[in-house]
């Protein structure tokens, strides 16, 4: 049976789908509550969407997410330049900054080694990341990644790359479960996985 909704309401709800953990009855009920909103707000709204492409840019240091050419935290001169903290995504370098116990930089490396959802290490910013650890005064890299097979395989794939390089290498571990993601991770976990990181 045809769905009943206007086209312009079907359109919506389909776009709306694609984004994750968004099924097409939640987009269909999100489709609606914006059409029940004041039109100047859903205006503003989709504005909003309309910028994120010409007003974000990714770090060219870190590549974590930035509005310049580097990221707030690449700029500031305050942090400690010796300690690089290795992270999936952006929402990580976010998650560790809520702590308040971290001061060094980060690196995004954009997800991790995947070969059953086809991501290789070219995909990744890991290449990068050597780069950086050759050329910049690093002492100290943590890798703060979750603990799952991929990210495992990920850990194994950088240490190889940096095994010449006189570093000490730490990962977070405790405090953070097996399967578990750092963007989900609560603040005083956290804490307690940077106090508990051991040596790779």
Request: aromatic share 4%; glycine share 6%.
């Amino acid at each position: 049976m045809p769905s009943i909704l206007p086209k312009a309401v079907r359109d919506l709800a389909q776009e709306l789908s694609r984004l994750p953990s968004i099924g097409p009855k939640t987009a269909q009920r999100l489709s609606l509550h914006l059409l029940r909103m004041p039109e100047n707000v859903v205006r503003h709204f989709a504005q909003t969407i309309e910028s994120l492409h010409r007003s974000v840019q990714i770090c060219k240091e870190c590549f974590s997410l930035a509005e310049k050419d580097l990221c707030i935290i690449c700029r500031d001169t305050s942090r400690n330049r010796s300690i690089i903290c290795v992270v999936e995504g952006p929402l990580d370098v976010e998650a560790i900054e809520r702590t308040d116990s971290y001061r060094g930089l980060y690196h995004v490396l954009g997800g991790v080694l995947s070969p059953m959802e086809g991501v290789s290490a070219d995909q990744l910013t890991v290449d990068e990341l050597f780069n950086r650890l050759r050329q910049e005064e690093v002492k100290e890299v943590i890798i703060a990644l979750g603990h799952t097979m991929e990210s495992d395989a990920t850990v194994r794939y950088i240490m190889a790359g940096i095994k010449d390089l006189d570093l000490h290498v730490t990962r977070l571990a405790r405090g953070l479960p097996t399967g578990g993601d750092i963007e989900f991770a609560d603040a005083t976990t956290l804490s307690a996985a940077f106090e508990g990181r051991r040596k790779v």
